[in-house]
């Protein structure tokens, strides 16, 4: 069945680094997008980032453009999301995503940005 994993979440300082994994099971990775979204408590999941598949074209929520990357390593069967100059409006669940004819999310990962 499909599996995404998400890890790498935690407490950072403002403007500092955390670097996001989601590991993918139980279906050709290599072929499907990824996305990652974040929720906050109360709050509509919002998107954060795509993926294509090979990896060479990616979009971003103008939230976090400049400051996250995404990417992904398809032997792997990972994606990652680079998240740097963090800010306090960062703190929340980061999720993992892919669309195989309905929506598959992780268990996802808390990010914490706090002094």
């Known amino acids: 069945q499909v599996q995404l994993v998400e890890s790498g979440g935690g407490l950072v300082q403002p403007g500092g680094s955390l670097r996001l994994s989601c590991a993918a099971s139980g279906f050709t990775f290599s072929s499907y997008s990824m996305r990652w979204y974040r929720q906050a408590p109360g709050k509509e999941r919002e998107f954060v980032a795509d993926i294509s598949n090979t990896g060479g074209i990616l979009m971003y929520a103008e939230s976090v453009k400049g400051r996250f990357t995404m990417s992904r390593d398809n032997g792997k069967r990972t994606v990652y999301l680079q998240m740097n100059r963090l800010k306090p409006e960062d703190t929340v669940m980061y999720y993992c995503?892919?669309?195989?004819?309905?929506?598959?999310w992780g268990q996802g990962t808390q990010v914490t940005v706090s002094s």
């Open positions: 995503n892919v669309a195989l004819g309905r929506q598959y």
